[in-house]
């Protein structure tokens, strides 16, 4: 059974940092691009970074670059955000993601975990 289970997110003054973390079992983590996205009340959820199976490949939303990396512990079947320079508008649930093709092709998603970014 797929799992992924988020933590680190919480209440962080505008320019502070954060570390997200998404512990996955169930597949051969290794093996499969993770993501992170991110909803904010009344919008869309959206893509906030990818980082590919072999860490080589990373993709971010334009409204994160230079602010937010993605990295990924293949030994402890992790996946992470590094959040630095946080805003207002990164106020959002944060999920994880990993896109699986068994017979057909399925997302799974993690429970999210919190991130408001407020003075």
């Known amino acids: 059974q797929v799992q992924l289970v988020e933590s680190g997110g919480g209440l962080v003054q505008p320019g502070g940092s954060l570390r997200l973390s998404c512990v996955t079992s169930?597949?051969?983590?290794?093996?499969?691009?993770m993501s992170w996205y991110r909803q904010a009340p009344g919008k869309e959820r959206e893509l906030v970074a990818t980082?590919?199976?072999?860490?080589?490949?990373?993709n971010y939303a334009e409204s994160v670059k230079g602010r937010f990396t993605i990295s990924r512990d293949n030994a402890k079947n992790t996946v992470y955000l590094q959040m630095n320079s946080l805003k207002p508008e990164d106020t959002a649930v944060y999920y994880c993601?990993?896109?699986?093709?068994?017979?057909?092709?399925?997302?799974?998603w993690g429970q999210g975990t919190q991130v408001t970014v407020s003075s």
């Open positions: 993601n990993v896109r699986i093709a068994w017979t057909v092709v399925k997302d799974y």
């Open positions: 169930g597949f051969t983590f290794s093996s499969y691009a």
């Open positions: 980082m590919g199976s072999g860490s080589a490949y990373t």
